[in-house]
């Protein structure tokens, strides 16, 4: 019973195709968000949601868009890839502001 | 701005061979320090919060500490399952995000 789940796995795509992450959290947290962990493992915020609230947006360019539908989804929506999109992303949710964050497995996104 | 630096950048133990990783942050206000295990190809898995400076917690093998401008993880008789990377990051206060340093990969040879 996976606490934070996101799909794809895995996403290979050519660049200038539109792709898009899912991520579900059935915790019951109220802020979810979205890193990007890049080749040399640095994991950094893009996004912070509170109960379908944008919070933080982490000067990502405009081709990312997170959407939340409700509190439990948080889905990440790419357009125009480029090769410096490659990375491995990874959702994460908490309870509230100051505890710790639970992460999904990871979606490794190739842009070729 | 929030920083965190973790050193060293990657160990080698022998197995019961144990030893501390280090983890020193700048933040205006701190809200939580937190340690996290990362296994290749893996999302990190929670360990540790720490609040305030004097703060000790345990789990197992390890043992996390806490002063005003450090984290130290310590091993005890560490294991080759305990091989993976140790992410250190800290929250601020009023701040949603956590700020992470770029970790240390454990490697425990048997």
């Known amino acids: 019973d996976t606490a934070v789940s996101q799909t794809p796995k895995y996403l290979v795509t050519q660049m200038g195709n539109d792709k898009s992450i899912k991520c579900e959290q059935n915790l019951g947290h109220d802020t979810m968000y979205w890193y990007k962990q890049d080749s040399k493992k640095f994991l950094k915020i893009m996004f912070s949601?509170?109960?379908?609230?944008?919070?933080i947006n982490e000067t990502v360019p405009n081709r990312f868009s997170p959407k939340s539908p409700d509190k439990a989804h948080l889905n990440l929506h790419i357009n125009s890839l480029e090769l410096g999109d490659s990375a491995v992303y990874f959702c994460?949710?908490?309870?509230?502001?100051?505890?710790?964050?639970?992460f999904g497995q990871g979606t490794r996104l190739t842009v070729v | 701005e929030d920083q965190v630096t973790q050193s060293p950048e990657a160990l080698r133990l022998q197995e019961g061979e144990s030893s501390s990783l280090n983890c020193s942050y700048t933040?205006?206000?701190?809200?939580?320090l937190f340690w996290y295990r990362q296994d290749p190809g893996k999302g990190p898995e929670f360990l540790f919060t720490?609040?305030?400076a004097g703060e000790e917690k345990e789990k197992e093998r390890l043992k996390a500490t806490l002063t005003k401008k450090e984290s130290f993880l310590h091993i005890t008789a560490p294991k080759p399952e305990d091989s993976a990377t140790y992410l250190c990051a800290v929250r601020n206060f009023g701040n949603e995000k956590l700020t992470f340093g770029t970790g240390t990969r454990l490697t425990i040879i048997p």
């Open positions: 949601y509170n109960n379908k609230e944008l919070i």
């Open positions: 994460a949710s908490s309870a509230y502001d100051g505890a710790e964050a639970f």
């Open positions: 933040v205006s206000g701190l809200r939580g």
């Open positions: 720490l609040y305030s």
